[in-house]
T-cell receptor
Framework: NAGVTQTPKFRVLKTGQSMTLLCAQD?????MYWYRQDPGMGLRLIHY???????AKGEVPDGYNVSRLKKQNFLLGLESAAPSQTSVYFC???????????????FGPGTRLTVL | RKEVEQDPGPFNVPEGATVAFNCTYS??????FFWYRQDCRKEPKLLMS???SGNEDGRFTAQLNRASQYISLLIRDSKLSDSATYLC???????????FGKGTTLSVSS
């Protein structure tokens, strides 16, 4: 099993460009998440999904859109990139819901995005 | 008060030392508690869940104090390989997502 994979691993964008980050998991997990991690800020939830075809906003959703057309994939889109979106983006998935006592989130290796 | 607070450290300890981290949380309705480990430039990975009665996994012991709203992680007989950032994770409330602390950095030296 590959677990959680993310594409691409690195990307440099110019302000105003758009891009899509792809997350895939092969563990048949219902729940998937997108986080960003910035120095001194910790991990912050952008959007999450509780199942195929459903998405919900997290803590910092502005400037991002997501889609979950297939259970195994969760896409994160930046419509018009800004320098403030320079960050490391982590995708995660879990079998149990976020509130579950035994919830364990499995993370992908991350995408390092720089917006110039 | 921030939802989850941790001392960022760094904690610099020699091999074999015992080290403890604390984490405080603000929402008394929180039900799930975890410690994750994150190596430099890597993804976070679950270290252990924290149960109400406290739990141990080898050299690692986690404790929960609901009255004071803090959780702790004790590492005994530190190894070089324990060097990492340890993230305290709490759920905001039932049905919503997890909140990650900013992490505590541990550096174990020989």
């Amino acid at each position: 099993n590959a677990g959680v994979t993310q594409t691409p691993k690195f990307r440099v964008l110019k302000t105003g460009q758009s891009m899509t980050l792809l997350c895939a998991q092969d563990m048949n997990h219902e729940y998937m998440y997108w986080y960003r991690q910035d120095p001194g800020m910790g991990l912050r939830l952008i959007h999450y999904s509780v199942g195929e075809g459903t998405t919900a906003k997290g803590e910092v959703p502005d400037g991002y859109n997501v889609s979950r057309l297939k259970k195994q994939n969760f896409l994160l889109g930046l419509e018009s990139a800004a320098p403030s979106q320079t960050s490391v983006y982590f995708c995660a998935s879990s079998y149990s819901p976020p509130s579950g006592i035994y919830n364990e989130q499995f993370f992908g290796p991350g995408t390092r995005l720089t917006v110039l | 008060r921030k939802e989850v607070e941790q001392d960022p450290g760094p904690f610099n300890v020699p091999e074999g030392a015992t080290v403890a981290f604390n984490c405080t949380y603000s929402n008394s309705a929180s039900q799930s508690f975890f410690w994750y480990r994150q190596d430099c430039r890597k993804e976070p990975k679950l270290l252990m869940s924290v149960y109400s009665s406290g739990n141990e996994d080898g050299r690692f012991t986690a404790q929960l104090n609901r009255a004071s709203q803090y959780i702790s992680l004790l590492i005994r007989d530190s190894k070089l390989s324990d060097s990492a950032t340890y993230l305290c994770v709490v759920n905001r409330q039932a049905g919503t997502a997890l909140i990650f602390g900013k992490g505590t950095t541990l550096s174990v030296s020989s």
